[in-house]
């Protein structure tokens, strides 16, 4: 069974930074695609950023609200993925979540992590 862990959320002051990483069992390198989600009070579940291999290369998107703070980055050697946050702000508060998707002979799973809270808040 694929388990993802996040780790990293926490209270931050408008402006700041934080770093949020997520570890999976296995390799991280064998998954299609990663991602990271967030989810506020009353809000729908949204796509914040995600990694992916096509046809040129390692492609990434992100959402039109952390475009220019956010950053996506796998690390192979750390088998690690990591969200690089900068320049929060008050509408930064959700819990965040890791996503992976796997693709074996035709058969598409997703897999979730629990989530790491993070505020930003004076």
């Known amino acids: 069974q694929v388990q993802l862990v996040e780790s990293g959320g926490g209270l931050v002051q408008p402006g700041g930074s934080l770093r949020l990483s997520c570890a999976a069992s296995?390799?991280?390198?064998?998954?299609?695609?990663m991602s990271w989600y967030r989810q506020a009070p009353g809000k729908e579940r949204e796509l914040v950023a995600a990694?992916?291999?096509?046809?040129?290369?390692?492609?990434?998107d992100y959402a039109d609200s952390v475009k220019g703070r956010f950053a996506i980055s796998i690390d192979n050697a750390e088998n690690a993925l990591y969200l690089q946050m900068n320049s929060l702000k008050p509408e930064d508060t959700a819990v965040y979540y890791c996503?992976?998707?796997?693709?074996?002979?035709?058969?598409?799973?997703?897999?979730w992590g629990k989530g790491t809270l993070v505020t930003v808040s004076s």
């Open positions: 996503k992976a998707i796997s693709a074996t002979m035709g058969r598409v799973m997703d897999y």
């Open positions: 296995g390799s991280i390198s064998s998954f299609r695609t």
């Open positions: 990694i992916f291999s096509g046809i040129s290369g390692v492609s990434t």
